[in-house]
């Protein structure tokens, strides 16, 4: 129908047609996926939600005399130092060594990308080029180098909702779980999430143009746990966790409106971030693909209680069933409540259609396309005869 470069031309002349993948939900029953393929240019998607698997790189810039930084804290929170003199890799989840502050990467990464001012500590090596033994200082969003996210594993296409058979309250990823099924929690936003939106990944790859933390970013490569053999129901879209991207972007060029720390309690640090892709509409198939709804994609309801790798199920239910604001198991009526900000993932996809209709956000052909055959291999302990063996 069109290609990206002709949308581009459309987007850099005002005249390109953006919907929301919302709109395209609420208006195909009316308009059909045809007559929408017609008019509309580019549909995006957008979700808010704990993204843990994320991190940021900071280059500090060298010191007098030189050090090179074998440990160092920002924040009492632990930052990696072992690549380069000056480099750090700040891990959203690690913790504080305060155990009493609930704070970690996730709000430190948030601080800097507000402005705020940070203590470093630097333990260094100690050579004959980097003689510095150590140093302390504060640094902000403007007094360092470069500072990027790069996120090894974001946007999981689909999840599990979290529920507790148990007698005692848990604490998770997914927050608090109450005992004896009080609450179930689940973590997608539904079918306003990208990657819902895509389900087969044919509109997006390697390089595609994205918003990320309200600034601009790209997707760098497939992420980890990426596993997009997941079984999957006849719209294509994934029965349970699937497909997952890596992100990159400047996070000097974010807003903390988009990127935000949090602390999950007795759990750890994590980081709220906007993520929003936009769809070209190339090909009838991309609205088709768009037009899925809450109750036509489910998620498996996972009991926590089972400390196992592999833990029972209580079978699927539907998104919308989830956001209805309650289910039935085994009788019993459970309280909802997602983990993502539905809101606020529905104003990053109305941002990222702004930013498209004045011009500000072109797309992007992928350079390379995310891979279809990846497997995920569980880890188990092996013995060192086993090894031997090998």
């Known amino acids: 129908m069109r290609t990206i470069a002709e949308i581009n031309e459309k987007i850099r002349a005002g005249r390109a047609v953006v919907w929301t993948a919302a709109e395209v939900k609420a208006r195909t029953p009316e308009l059909g996926v045809e007559a929408i393929a017609q ?11 704990p993204m843990e698997a994320s991190g940021a790189i900071i280059n500090l810039g060298q010191t007098d005399p030189p050090i090179k930084i074998r440990q160092c804290w920002l924040n009492d929170v632990r930052a990696y130092s072992g690549f380069g003199a000056a480099d750090l890799l700040l891990g959203a989840s690690e913790e504080s060594e305060d155990p009493e502050a609930e704070y970690g990467g996730g709000q430190v990464i948030a601080d800097l990308i507000a402005g705020q001012k940070v203590r470093l ?20 969003h403007d007094s360092i180098n470069q500072f990027y996210l790069f996120n090894p594993r974001n946007l999981y296409q689909n999840f599990i909702v979290g529920v507790n058979g148990g007698d005692e309250t848990l604490y998770t990823y997914l927050g608090p779980l109450l005992p004896n099924l009080g609450n179930a929690v689940y973590a997608n936003p539904g ?18 143009r994205i918003f990320l933390g309200g600034g601009v970013g790209y997707i760098a490569w497939e992420g980890t746990q990426h596993f997009p053999l997941q079984k999957r129901l006849p719209n294509r879209t994934p ?17 903390p409106d988009w990127v935000r720390g949090c602390y999950f309690q007795n759990y750890g640090a994590s980081l709220m971030l906007g993520v929003g892709i936009p769809l070209a509409v190339t090909t009838e198939a991309v609205v088709a693909a768009c037009a899925v709804t809450d109750d036509q994609i489910v998620a498996p309801i996972v009991d926590f209680s089972i400390p196992r790798r592999v833990r029972p199920t209580f079978g699927l239910v539907s998104y919308a069933k989830l956001k209805s604001g309650s289910i039935t198991l085994e009788g019993q009526r ?8 539905l809101y606020r993932s529905q104003q990053v996809a109305e941002l990222l259609k702004q930013w498209i209709e004045a011009g500000e956000f072109l797309l992007t052909e992928p350079v390379a396309s995310l891979p279809s055959d990846r497997q995920f291999q569980p880890q188990d302990q092996r013995s060192p005869s086993a090894l031997n063996d090998e």
């Open 39 to 49: 008019q509309v240019d580019v549909i995006t998607t957008g979700t808010f939600e």
């Open 121 to 140: 500590r630097a333990i260094g090596q100690g050579t004959d080029c980097y003689p510095r033994r150590s140093f302390e200082t504060t640094i902000d």
């Open 191 to 208: 079918a306003i999430a990208p990657l819902f939106n895509d389900p087969d990944l044919a509109n997006i790859g390697i390089g595609t």
């Open 239 to 255: 029965v349970g966790p699937a497909a997952t991207l890596a992100l990159i972007g400047d996070a000097k060029q974010m807003s």
């Open 334 to 341: 459970i309280r909802t409540a997602p983990l993502a900000s």
